[in-house]
């Protein structure tokens, strides 16, 4: 295994994202704790130092299973442990220590070494920066139960900037960040404005949560087969990454051994600046082929927002051009279903409101029809 510096400490460039564990069957969430465990069991003989859990993970299942396993090892002191405050739950000031009170026993440990506020956007950091979270977990590290401090981001860069200027005390932040997702969400503007401004980052999602690693459209296909440097989808995704200098880590959620054995070698082959000028450019004609199957051009900017109805515009186009772009309807009507009810594409009256507010110009209203004939229908 290879290691570099997260906030000080030497941990493996793979992490192991305990979001997408081994379940008991396709239809539920439940893990199967004893292939979790032979996958923890090698990931750790190998030279993985660190777990990133989460509150909602596996339905709340999962910190209560990596803390289970890394008592009955008795190896909690050789393992970073990463979680995170599910900020969307805090509605009051004394749920900052209900909700890390119960991870700490779910954990059964005393102290998180890298604690993330879980998936801020302007709502939430506005709310439990009001409510105090910053002093909050300050003094919970002046106690020693959280020893580095980081948000995860799932918005847009002006937002992300906004957080990390508001604070100067930020040791990391995660984000996504995949050869696909450079102009997304924080993306490779924010990975280098957070590296400039003294934040390590850690990678989530390298492989698109698996849509990376599944068998390419065609003219995708052909390309790859040609290329001289033959490699896995999976394993060009993540070289793609570690081939930067400025990641620290990159979490996979591994979901089968074949995953973890599979990515570690790619971890044990990969060096800074090891990709020729010829595979970068492969990556990127891979990315312009996967954007050229998108039915729209949205690019998250919300300025169609707010809705009089309340439709999740910009998620549901998004969801929409997923759906296409991957040919994966099953994730993404997975994603859209965590929408509430209240939020979805069918709420859409046909105001107009938006259309002209669209700087891409995108049939709004119509491609709400799209996505909800598209993806209404649970899979
Ligand atoms: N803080 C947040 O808001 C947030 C959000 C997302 C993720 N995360 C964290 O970041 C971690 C990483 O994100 P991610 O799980 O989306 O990572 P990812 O590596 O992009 O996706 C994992 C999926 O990729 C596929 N995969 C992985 N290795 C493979 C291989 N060698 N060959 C073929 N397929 C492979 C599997 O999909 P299949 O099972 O479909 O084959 C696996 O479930 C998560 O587990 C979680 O801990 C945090």
Known sequence: MKYRKLCDEKVSILGFGAMRLPTKGDKTSEINIKQTEIMFDHALANGINYIDTAYPYHGGESENVVGNYLTRRHIRDDIFLASKLPSWLIKEKKDFDKYFNEQLDKLKTDHIDFYLLHSLNENTWQKIKGLGVLDWCEKKQAEGKIKHLGFSFHD???????????????????????????????????LEYAHKKGLDIIVMEPIRGGQLAKEPPLEIKKIWNQFPIKRSYADGALQWIWNRKDVSIVLSGMSELRHVKENIESANRSKVGSLKAEESDLYLQIRKIFLKRAPINCTSCKYCEPCPQGVAISSCLNFYMMSEIYDDKKR???????????????KCIQCGECEPKCPQKIPIMRSLENTHKLLAKKL
Not at 164 to 188: E, H, L, P, T
Not at 332 to 346: C, I, N, P, Q, T
């Open 332 to 346: 993404a009507s997975m994603f859209y279903h965590f929408l509430k009810e209240e939020y979805r594409a069918d």
């Open 156 to 190: 847009q860069y002006p937002i992300f900037k906004k957080i990390i200027d508001s604070y100067d005390k930020w040791g990391f932040c995660q984000i996504q960040f995949n050869y696909m997702d450079i102009d997304f969400q924080a993306g490779q503007k924010g």
